[in-house]
């Protein structure tokens, strides 16, 4: 069954970093590069939602593009190792608003949810 771990998360002041890490099992490695990924989160009574994305695996000939919901756009940097099977999501100038437990899944969001991560930047 395919696993995806998330880590990194903690308690950091607003303006400050984190860079949270997630881990796709071992079961999905064959086909890690065919996915499109995303980080999402969600805070409790409402959706979780997508704030990052990456598509295209970073070759030549598959480049990979990023969006980013306007709430994160220009601090969050999403990432990719395929050869590690991790995506990686970079946050700087943290906000009290990113608190949020933090998941990533493929764009069609067909794996497994995994326990996620959470942020908390107090007010």
């Known amino acids: 069954q395919v696993r995806l771990v998330e880590s990194g998360g903690g308690l950091v002041q607003a303006g400050g970093s984190l860079r949270l890490s997630c881990a796709a099992s071992r079961s999905i490695t064959s086909v890690f590069n065919s996915y499109d990924w995303g980080w999402y989160i969600q805070v409790p009574g409402k959706e979780r939602r997508l704030v990052a994305s990456?598509?295209?695996?970073?070759?030549?000939?598959?480049?990979?593009?990023?969006n980013y919901a306007d709430s994160v756009k220009g601090r969050f940097t999403i990432s990719r190792d395929n050869a590690r099977k991790m995506v990686y999501l970079q946050m700087n100038n943290l906000k009290p608003e990113d608190t949020a437990t933090y998941y990533c899944?493929?764009?069609?969001?067909?794996?497994?949810w995994g326990q996620g991560t959470q942020v908390t930047v107090p007010s």
């Open positions: 899944n493929t764009l069609k969001e067909d794996l497994r």
């Open positions: 990456i598509i295209g695996i970073g070759s030549r000939s598959n480049p990979s593009s990023t």
